[in-house]
């Protein structure tokens, strides 16, 4: 095994934007202004920064009937209850709800969560950052649809956060404990008179070892794992400062339901035995002793599977699957796959672990080969996030609460129909596209999800959307009162280079917008067909574009017509097979 031999060719246009692509939801303009003439490794340091914060939190923008009489609250339900726990703005996270409306006041928190990650998608930074906590999400999975819990799935979410460019040994070890995690996957329900597998099973199947050809562990792996991690459970309401907390929750230890036997696992994990140890005598401020006691258990077995190099030959074949390609050659496995895992192995224990593994990954020659450019058929979230950041597409501001969160949630249920719901993998495995093969990407277009398709790029192309005035929280006073949106491709042209010239403007529209370049003859035609109409000459387009652009309010009917020319320009390049790829 070698070393991953980096990038030393031409890193142009066509570099910046294969690399965009993929580490970025949809590439806009400003984003190919912000990298220009950068260096791979300038923009590397951009694309790949120290982990964020975490960002400001999901707020209570959703609404039930208004009562202008109540001033900032709201009826909740027709009987009058009102909604007194969280006001209208405010932040739900880590806030009880209101016990006489338990469900609905949950499930807009639910649907709340979902908006606010698209939202976050849709307005990332200009880095990998969102790519990555998406990356986990459909790794380390957890399901809305299981859970139920708005407050337990934004905690996970934070996991995925917190560690995006840190260390995958440590998130495995945190998410163990996390509430979510346990509620999904059984542990809560994992007893030394009933083991649950459910969860030492993922934690070695999917989570850290897979089933590649050097993964050798057993069914008795599975089973001891399960004894490791008896005793854990979940806590989902109880009074703090005598405020019943009911949808937060918590992880726990009952002791009684703990298994203190030994535990040994196979030739696999080198025959290790893992046993409480009864020596512990200074627990932290926040664990009993017993609690210490199992908690190192568990985290001594993490490091027995964090020992076997298999961990690190999985993990990076699943950043290449989800990065790059869905195929793993022999030459993928050795040339890239190996020598990435040792870098994963080198930096096993450092707290910037993962930033390292995928820099050097979108530094390696393989990520920059012509046949990875434009070969992957764009996710639901990557198509529709993607296209509201590459068209720039008008959305509200900060102050217009109801109204960002009324268009986070139009993309969001762009994403879920189109089979992508994001918070809500279908199963533990996480979305098909990316581990089932033979077909993988291909799975995200068929009969059924192209028309959806196709509507959401012909709605955000063609449509306004505006916000129904009865549903702004102050009424006319609110700032989202009367909003209403429609792209604007006269603006969006504008920012080319040469948007007079048709021929530099089907250019540049081609280049930005298809994952795998076309012909001159279709550059040709596209020209031909959408901005002459039929004509020979280009003065027709330059004359009406530079008509229009002095006199919108022209009656010149050529010029009239450049709106028009344009989004049936676009509304095509949108429909190509050529813009569902990256």
């Avoid at 006073?477 to 604007?488: A, D, E």
């Amino acid at each position: 095994m070698g070393s991953l031999k980096p990038y030393s060719g031409p890193f142009g246009k066509p570099e910046l934007l294969h690399l965009l692509r993929r580490t970025l939801f949809g590439v806009s303009k400003p984003d190919l202004n912000y990298f220009k003439n950068k260096s791979l490794n300038e923009v590397l340091d951009i694309l790949i920064p120290a982990t964020p914060k975490l960002p400001d939190p999901p707020v209570r923008a959703y609404y039930n009937n208004i009562d202008p009489t109540k001033d900032t609250l709201d009826k909740i339900n027709n009987n009058g209850v009102i909604e007194t726990v969280v006001k209208w703005g405010d932040t739900w996270i880590a806030k009880p709800v209101q016990t006489n409306f338990l469900a609905s006041s949950n499930n807009n928190r639910r649907n709340s969560l979902k908006q606010w990650w698209t939202g976050l998608q849709i307005h990332q930074s200009q880095n990998v950052y969102e790519k990555m906590v998406l990356f986990y999400q459909n790794l380390l999975v957890t399901e809305d649809a299981v859970i139920e819990n708005a407050n337990t799935m934004y905690n996970t979410q934070s996991l995925y956060r917190k560690h995006a460019f840190g260390n995958y040994k440590q998130l495995i070890k945190d998410i163990t404990f996390d509430a979510g995690m346990l509620r999904y996957l059984n542990g809560e329900r994992n007893t030394k008179k009933a083991p649950d597998e459910n969860f030492g099973r993922e934690l070695q199947e999917l989570f850290c070892v897979g089933k590649g050809p050097g993964s050798a562990y057993t069914e008795d792996d599975v089973k001891a794992a399960a004894r490791v991690m008896t005793g854990w459970y979940v806590i989902y309401r109880e009074k703090v400062n005598g405020v019943d907390t009911n949808v937060i929750s918590r992880p726990a230890f009952n002791k009684a339901n703990h298994d203190i036997d030994v535990k040994t696992f196979s030739a696999f994990y080198g025959n290790t035995s893992i046993a409480p140890d009864m020596t512990i005598t200074d627990p932290s401020p926040f664990l009993t002793i017993d609690e210490k006691r199992a908690f190192v258990e568990v985290d001594t077995m993490i490091e027995m599977i964090f020992a076997t190099e298999e961990v690190s030959k999985y993990i990076c074949r699943r950043l290449w699957n989800y990065f790059v390609y869905y195929e793993i050659t022999p030459e993928i496995e050795s040339e890239v796959i190996e020598p990435l895992s040792a870098i994963f192995r080198q930096y096993i224990n450092d707290k910037d672990q993962m930033k390292y593994v995928i820099r050097a990954l979108f530094n390696s020659d393989f990520f920059f080969k012509t046949e990875h450019r434009g070969c992957m058929i764009k996710s639901p979230i990557d198509f529709n996030v993607g296209m509201v950041r590459q068209f720039e597409f008008p959305l509200p501001n900060a102050s217009q609460l109801e109204a960002q969160y009324y268009m986070w949630n139009i993309i969001r249920t762009y994403c879920f129909n189109a089979g992508q719901d994001i918070n809500d993998p279908p199963n533990v495995a996480g979305w098909p596209a990316y581990y089932q093969t033979p077909s993988f990407h291909e799975i995200w277009v068929d009969t059924a999800t192209y028309p959806i398709r196709q509507g959401s790029y012909t709605a955000i192309a063609k449509s306004n959307f505006a916000l129904n005035k009865n549903n702004t929280y102050d009424g006319a006073n609110s700032p989202s009162y009367g909003f209403i949106t429609k792209i604007n491709f006269i603006e969006f042209v504008k920012k080319f280079e040469n948007p007079s010239d048709p021929n530099a403007l089907i250019a540049e529209a081609t280049e930005l917008m298809l994952g795998a370049p076309v012909s001159q003859a279709v550059k040709d035609a596209l020209k031909t067909n959408y901005l002459l109409l039929g004509q020979s000459s280009d003065y027709y387009w330059t004359d009406a574009w530079d008509v229009y652009l002095l006199n919108p309010g022209t009656s010149d009917p050529e010029a009239k017509r450049v709106p028009a020319m344009l989004t049936d320009l676009f509304t095509y390049l949108l429909s190509s097979a050529e813009y569902h790829l990256c």
